[in-house]
């Protein structure tokens, strides 16, 4: 999503100046343009030559440069920005911007900037500590500069604390979310994802290849466009996305139990969860035995969790999704209308780069009044900004005001 996002990247002289320039090949690796202005003080701990090899843009570090600064002086960086981001950034940059100086051109970039700023502290514990420089950050705040915490553990200076770098992902995403336009503000998403776990006995159970990431990708660009998310996740390996609130369940029964609780406060259901269709009759408490004859197996339907909700969904918006491996349309046509959905997202688990555990998925959204859109192959989270757009379009004026007021 970063993809020709034009990015202003200061570095300050912080021993964690080091790990800008691993910053600065993920903003490149997601199609970011990246312009680096570095302070005299940060070329005493990384060199240029290294953020103009990652970037493959001059490093820019004096502000009288002639030749430079006719070419790309800090009126015509803070103009190209789409965002300034100061990572690691000092005390110093922090009081300096923060009283309105601008005496390099890092400062003077930051004092005639027209888009956001996120500034990325990494300092000393003692220092972060220091209440002029919360205050400072706090004025800064106040003006509506993005600010990331400093991360908490053990300093470079030995010391222990608050005044870590930031972890790169974090940044990354903060980025990613300061760009998104917000403009599923005031809708309450409840999203479900992940495969579910049916035990028959401590140490086993069935389940299936779903690893969560469609719907982990849905909760992150819900909660990128403004909305309010609540995701209720299956067992999966994947980071939870950060800033959503987030339920762990492990069965079926569980994850019904979860969504029940929830779905009173939501105006969005999306069903992304593989629910185990079927569970163990019986869960014996002690390890079952190999034994030497064959071994009788009995399962029992799980309650099918979207058709309770559909039944009484009033007038929130219900997405499923249907994996198939056959009369793809005809047969989710058939259960979005079942299901009382509102749209289905149907693809087919048999295409290669479709379906569980990859990272792109192809699919095709169904609504109820006969509309279809095919997409083609895209990253999951493509793809969920996608049926996030569904939704959006769904909106008629008077809904989303409701939206807005509850
Ligand atoms: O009928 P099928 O299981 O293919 O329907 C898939 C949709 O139904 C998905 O959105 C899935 O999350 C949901 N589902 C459910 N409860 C179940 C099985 C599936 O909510 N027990």
């Known amino acids: 999503m970063l993809k020709g996002k034009k990015i202003v990247l200061g570095i ?73 981001i100061i990572a690691p950034a000092t ?101 479900t994802a992940g495969p579910t776990r049916e035990p028959f006995d401590p140490v086993r159970y069935i389940t299936n290849y779903s690893s969560g990431k469609m719907g982990y990708a849905l909760a992150i660009m819900a909660k990128r ?32 139990g979860a969504v029940i609780d929830n779905v009173g406060n939501s105006t969005v259901i999306i069903k992304a969860a593989a629910v185990a269709d079927f569970r163990p009759v019986v869960f014996s408490d002690d390890k079952i035995k190999k034994g030497l004859g064959p071994f009788d197996f009995h399962l029992v339907r799980n309650p099918d969790i979207i058709s309770e909700i559909g039944r009484n969904k009033g007038d929130r918006i219900l997405v499923g999704f249907a994996v198939e491996t056959e009369n793809l349309v005809e047969n989710a046509r058939r259960k979005m209308i079942e299901k009382n959905m509102d749209f289905i997202v149907a693809n087919d688990a048999t295409l290669p780069g479709a379906g569980f555990q990859t990272d792109t998925n192809i699919v095709k959204i169904l609504d109820r009044e006969g509309g279809l859109e095919e997409l083609p192959i895209m990253d999951k989270i493509e793809v969920a900004d996608r049926i996030l757009d569904k939704i959006k379009g769904s909106r008629s004026p008077q809904s989303s005001q409701r939206a807005q007021r509850n």
């Open 91 to 191: 005390a110093n940059i922090i009081g300096k911007i923060a009283c309105g100086l601008a005496d390099d051109l890092l400062t003077t970039t930051v004092m005639a900037k027209r888009s956001p700023v996120l500034i990325c502290p990494a300092m000393n514990t003692n220092m972060y500590a220091n209440y002029i420089v919360k205050e400072n950050i706090s004025r800064l705040i106040s003006r509506n500069y993005f600010f990331m915490e400093a991360g908490y553990g053990e300093l470079a200076c030995g010391a222990q604390g608050a005044g870590r770098f930031p972890p790169l992902d974090d940044i990354v995403e903060e980025v990613e979310s300061i760009l998104t336009n917000k403009d599923l503000a005031g809708e309450r998403i409840l999203i």
């Open 12 to 84: 300050t002289g912080g021993i964690a100046a080091y790990k800008s320039a691993e910053l600065t090949r993920e903003f490149i690796k997601r199609g970011a343009d990246v312009k680096v202005v570095m302070t005299t003080n940060a070329i005493r701990f990384i060199t240029p030559l290294t953020l103009r090899t990652l970037s493959g843009n001059p490093v820019l570090t004096d502000m009288f440069s002639l030749t430079k600064e006719s070419e790309i002086g800090h009126i015509t960086l803070s103009d190209y920005a789409d965002i300034i």
């Open 225 to 256: 466009r403004g909305a309010d998310v609540t995701l209720i996740s299956g067992p999966s390996s994947l980071m939870r996305p950060s800033g959503v609130k987030f339920l762990q369940v492990s069965s079926a029964e569980e994850m019904r």
